[in-house]
């Protein structure tokens, strides 16, 4: 069921599995690492012509733009999980039914969060502490940003569906093309305008729109048999049942995640603008270093999800163990990098030494561990190709919640320091790790005990 040409799709369940995985992979990560790069080329702008003010705005805003759209961005990863276990197992009549619910969901998410962002963000920035000469740019920031979420979700959704199929190129075109409208607006509107972060806004909101009608019109060049066809839009039950039970605690861990983080940056915004501009350097450069793990484990889960539902569990596995060793080599490459030309970078963005110290320090705390955080993330990817997405969920809870902020106040209780919320990230990881790995190796479901049984079953069958 493998396809050539400008509908493509591929079969994941053939093949050499490191190369299709690197193959599969490389667009996920141009993808990622071109939109990492826009958003710091939006920051970078923006710092550069407003000032560290508006940088601090901004980053107080993505915080909180993550948090809200990250629970149906989960249910995208549902939808991609329905679609590439039913393609694995030749599903046709499934995959119809999964795909026009996807994007369905997706129109009906995105209208959504239209309504939910513009009238309860600007309060939830309020909440979050937002010291009061950042707040009046970042409500401006936040009300024009949300006003894109129906292209954004869209999307979010059909990406999801590409990539379950195996085509994982398109989306990383129309990346690109979005990523080139948004720095040209962003330089005509901030620069020549001076419309400041309002049009930092309005370019990333205008930019959303192409990628998701380009993504529509590639869902309605699909195989006859699952083509998008306009009139056949509606939430089918069965499959859109099993979306939101695989999507909704996969994007609930994302917002659980991000709740922590708003937290965070809540206790960050205590320490003033230059901490929150810091901090805000950190995450657009971490990014690039995230845009890798994402990328694999991205790769991963379709490249699981195709397999265990063709039922070749033998080849899930030896997946998960290639992403881990490519997460090792390229995750130790990046941190040792980014630590060793921390300043340089920092300087990139802003030249004000306030901001630039704190983003060093952050970025030389919390790095040294990342490999722990990736491997996470690629665990957590294999857990999710086969549907289990609640254990995953409950664990993320426990770690990247509870343990983090825990770790902050009870720690800063009896040290004020900023660099007691650093080093609540890696706490946290490593609280994490132990449970996913305890939950992946002991737990009853497909690639726990009953995996491992299934393999061994199939290995005995081979010989």
């Known amino acids: 069921m493998e396809k050539k040409g400008t509908g493509s799709v591929t079969d994941l369940t053939k093949g050499v599995i490191w190369q299709q995985l690197v193959l599969f992979a490389l667009p996920f990560l141009f993808s990622n690492l071109l939109q990492q790069f826009y958003s710091t080329a939006d920051a970078a702008i923006v710092g550069q012509s407003v000032g560290a003010g508006a940088l601090a705005a901004i980053g107080s805003?993505?915080?909180?733009?993550?948090?809200?759209?990250?629970?149906?961005?989960?249910?995208?990863?549902?939808?991609?999980?329905?679609?590439?276990?039913?393609?694995?197992?030749?599903?046709?009549?499934?995959?119809?039914?999964?795909?026009?619910?996807?994007?369905?969901?997706?129109?009906?998410?995105?209208?959504?969060?239209?309504?939910?962002?513009?009238?309860?963000?600007?309060?939830?920035?309020?909440?979050?502490?937002?010291?009061?000469?950042?707040?009046?740019?970042?409500?401006?920031?936040?009300?024009?940003y949300f006003m894109g979420m129906i292209p954004v979700m869209v999307y979010n959704m059909g990406s999801g569906i590409l990539r379950a199929l195996g085509n994982s190129r398109s989306a990383l075109v129309y990346l690109a093309v979005s990523g080139v409208i948004n720095v040209g607006l962003d330089l005509l509107f901030v620069r020549i305008f001076s419309w400041g972060v309002k049009g930092a806004a309005a370019a990333t909101a205008i930019s959303q729109v192409l990628p998701a009608i380009l993504v529509f019109g590639k869902l309605t060049r699909l195989d006859e048999a699952y083509r998008l066809r306009v009139c056949k839009l509606r939430l089918y039950w069965k499959e859109t049942v099993y979306i939101v039970q695989v999507g909704v605690p996969a994007g609930l861990r994302m917002v659980l995640i991000n709740v922590s983080n708003v937290i965070v940056q809540s206790r960050v915004n205590a320490f003033g603008m230059e901490a929150m501009a810091g901090c805000t350097l950190f995450f657009k450069i971490e990014g690039y270093l995230y845009a890798l793990i994402s990328a694999l484990s991205l790769a991963?889960?379709?490249?699981?999800?195709?397999?265990?539902?063709?039922?070749?569990?033998?080849r899930a596995k030896k997946g998960k163990q290639i992403c881990m060793r490519i997460a090792f080599g390229v995750t130790f490459a990046m941190t040792l990098l980014l630590c060793i030309w921390a300043r340089p970078i920092c300087q990139v963005f802003t030249g004000e030494e306030g901001a630039i110290t704190y983003g060093v320090l952050q970025l030389r705390y919390q790095l040294p561990l990342y490999i722990i955080f990736s491997w996470n993330e690629i665990i957590n990817g294999a857990v999710l190709s086969s549907g289990h997405s609640m254990a995953p969920m409950l664990i993320s809870l426990f770690g990247m919640c509870v343990a983090r902020v825990g770790f902050i106040f009870v720690v800063s209780a009896y040290v004020y320091d900023i660099r007691v919320i650093y080093l609540a990230f890696p706490f946290s990881w490593l609280v994490t790790h132990a449970g996913i790995q305890m939950y992946y190796?002991?737990?009853?479901?497909?690639?726990?005990?009953?995996?491992?049984?299934?393999?061994?079953?199939?290995?005995?069958?081979?010989?």
């Not at 991963?300 to 033998?314: E, K, M, R, V």
Request: glycine share 8%; aromatic share 10%.
């Open 61 to 144: 805003c993505d915080r909180l733009v993550f948090l809200l759209i990250n629970l149906f961005v989960g249910v995208s990863t549902g939808a991609s999980i329905a679609v590439s276990q039913a393609f694995g197992r030749k599903d046709e009549s499934a995959l119809f039914c999964t795909v026009h619910s996807a994007v369905t969901l997706g129109l009906l998410s995105g209208a959504f969060l239209t309504l939910v962002g513009i009238l309860l963000a600007p309060k939830l920035l309020v909440v979050m502490n937002t010291p009061e000469d950042v707040l009046p740019m970042a409500e401006d920031y936040i009300r024009i």
């Open 300 to 314: 991963l889960t379709s490249f699981a999800g195709q397999n265990i539902g063709a039922a070749d569990y033998i």
């Open 441 to 463: 190796y002991l737990g009853r479901w497909i690639q726990g005990k009953r995996f491992l049984e299934a393999v061994r079953e199939q290995a005995a069958e081979r010989r």
